[in-house]
């Protein structure tokens, strides 16, 4: 009965070592995460005259959209393709707006808008690039879903998710 009261202490005592040695390394990522996070937004707002978080973010978004914009000449031999531009916006507190135009070749305009609403989802994005195709699909964080399309460019897609990863966790605020 003695041994297995001085087992049960010491995996008890083991359990919260392990327990305070895993909290202090989550601060310390977290303070890494941080200013991570703070480099990469001042460089933003440098590169795009902000001195808001969210303006810098949302500029930066749309412009890696532009660039990596999924047009129909990155498509051959397709009959469908389209153009696919997108927007960021946030026109409300907690919400993503991603506005999506598809021209077609004969010039007819379609837009829709998705409303991701931001509280309670995973800010962190993740995406998809198929070795076959012409496209990356950045994925939807609350049920995994196509998002947006852009060119098949995994810089490109990468940076973009980043970018709406660290645009959600600012929304979130």
Same mark, same amino acid.
């Given at each position: 009965m003695h041994k297995s009261l001085t087992r049960q202490i010491k995996t008890l005592l083991a359990g919260i070592?392990?327990?305070?040695? +895993?909290?202090? #390394?989550?601060?310390? +990522?977290?303070g890494?995460?941080? #200013?991570? #996070?703070?480099?990469?937004?001042?460089e933003l707002k440098r590169l795009y005259l902000s001195s808001d978080d969210r303006q810098a973010l949302l500029a930066h978004g749309n412009s890696l959209l532009h660039s990596y914009a999924l047009l129909? +000449?990155?498509?051959? +031999?397709?009959?469908? #393709?389209?153009?696919l531009r997108y927007q960021l916006s946030s026109p409300q507190a907690g919400e993503l707006r991603v506005r999506e135009e598809r021209r077609a070749r004969d010039g007819s305009l379609q837009v829709s808008n998705k409303v991701l609403p931001?509280?309670?989802?995973?800010?962190?994005?993740?995406?998809?690039?198929?070795?076959?195709?012409?496209?990356?699909?950045?994925?939807d964080p609350r049920d995994g879903s196509p998002l947006l399309s852009i060119v098949r460019d995994h810089q490109g897609a990468a940076e973009?998710?980043?970018?709406l990863s660290y645009l959600l966790r600012n929304l979130q605020k």
């Open positions: 070592c392990l327990s305070a040695l +895993g909290s202090t #390394a989550l601060q310390a +990522g977290e890494l995460e941080s #200013a991570e #996070a703070a480099q990469y937004l001042s129909a +000449g990155y498509q051959p +031999g397709r009959a469908d #393709a389209v153009d931001v509280f309670g989802v995973d800010p962190f994005i993740r995406y998809e690039c198929p070795q076959q195709g012409q496209q990356c699909v950045i994925l973009l998710a980043k970018a």
